[in-house]
Nanobody, 116 residues
């Protein structure tokens, strides 16, 4: 089963920063949208940010605007999430998702824990 490969999670103090990365296998092509989602314990998975492959249009959830930045490297088929000014409520498992020609792909998830 094809899966995206995530990295960059970890433990950080409130106010700190982390950068997540997510790469697609070389066999994946025609990616149209890349995004990040998160799921905290006992809560539903929610959208954090998305970016289009063509044009680089971005969209952010209100709770991360001004703190998180999504970017992508099309040549490397990689999407990034720069997270600054982290808060304890940002603690969650973060998943990347890519929409490509044959459907959706998800990463395995990476834990982000923000201590107060």
């Amino acid at each position: 089963q094809v899966q995206l490969v995530e990295s960059g999670g970890g433990l950080v103090q409130a106010g700190g920063s982390l950068r997540l990365s997510c790469a697609a296998p070389g066999t994946i092509f025609m990616i149209s949208v890349m995004g990040w989602y998160r799921q905290a314990p006992g809560k539903q998975r929610e959208l954090v940010a998305v970016i289009t492959n063509v044009g680089g249009t971005t969209n952010y959830a209100d709770f991360v605007k001004g703190r998180f930045t999504i970017s992508r490297d099309n040549a490397k088929k990689t999407v990034y999430l720069q997270m600054n000014s982290l808060k304890p409520e940002d603690t969650a498992v973060y998943y990347c998702k890519m929409v490509w020609d044959l459907g959706d792909l998800w990463g395995q998830g990476t834990q982000v824990t923000v201590s107060s």
